[in-house]
């Protein structure tokens, strides 16, 4: 079974400042990789995904990751964080064979605060 | 389009009633999935359907039972519930991934908060 570790439960930061959440995960076969956030009493909302190309991916408001296999890593940053940035983030991971096809296994999330 | 809903919004049972959860989804999504949020546990699955009429066990199945018999609905059921059910639960849906039977982006509903006196 995959898992995937976040590293820092919770993240504090002043806004404008930068930011990366850690994630790692444990696979030996080709895995496709999320991030995921979810804002207070809302929903889980896609905000990039990995699948295959370029490493580096980009969402649309700022945030970026870098698939690295040699690390079996997907951390996410972004350079300048705003206060509206502070929801609570997740790391995914999914594979494409084996018994769990159409499984997505998440990290335990990261809440980040931006305090002004 | 509505995307991913969820019946209820909230409910409060007593232990040992029963109850179904129900997920509709609108845009004709292979995958559906069940999950339940607790705090500092991430989300947990507790089962999945891959298409109509089949449905998987996930992470945390015992004491819950699933139905899929419409592709667009995701039935989650709680025969007899007790206060360790108490969470969060949300549905998902997906698409395969482009050349994978692996998911690809999962749309979530807004949840249903549950709680088990």
């Known amino acids: 079974a995959q898992s995937v570790t976040q590293l820092d439960s919770q993240v504090p930061v002043f806004e404008e400042a930068p930011v990366e959440l850690r994630c790692n995960y444990s696979s030996s076969v080709s895995v496709y990789l999320f991030w995921y956030v979810q804002y207070p009493n809302q929903g889980l909302q896609l905000l990039l995904k990995y699948l295959s190309g370029s490493t580096l991916v980009e969402s649309i408001n700022g945030f970026e990751a870098e698939f690295n296999k040699s690390q079996t890593s997907f951390h996410l940053r972004k350079p300048s964080v705003h206060i509206s940035d502070t929801a609570e983030y997740f790391c995914?991971?999914?594979?494409?064979?084996?018994?769990?096809?159409?499984?997505?296994?998440f990290g335990r999330g990261t809440q980040l605060t931006v305090w002004p | 389009n509505a995307g991913v809903t969820q019946t209820p919004k909230f409910r409060v049972l007593k232990t040992g009633q029963s109850m179904t959860l129900l997920c509709a989804q609108d845009?004709?999504?292979?995958?559906m999935y069940w999950y339940r949020q607790d705090p500092g546990m991430g989300l947990r699955l507790i089962h999945y359907s891959v298409g109509e009429g089949t449905t998987a066990k996930g992470e945390v199945p015992d004491g819950y039972n699933v139905s899929r018999l419409k592709k667009q609905n995701f039935l989650l059921g709680l025969e007899s519930a007790a206060p360790s059910q108490t969470s969060v639960y949300f549905c998902?849906?997906?698409?395969?991934?482009?050349?994978?039977?692996?998911?690809?982006?999962?749309?979530f509903g807004p949840g249903t908060r549950l709680t088990v006196l």
């Open positions: 995914a991971v999914s594979t494409d064979r084996g018994s769990t096809l159409g499984r997505l296994y």
């Open positions: 998902a849906s997906s698409y395969k991934a482009s050349g994978s039977p692996s998911t690809d982006t999962q749309y």
């Open positions: 845009m004709n999504h292979e995958y």
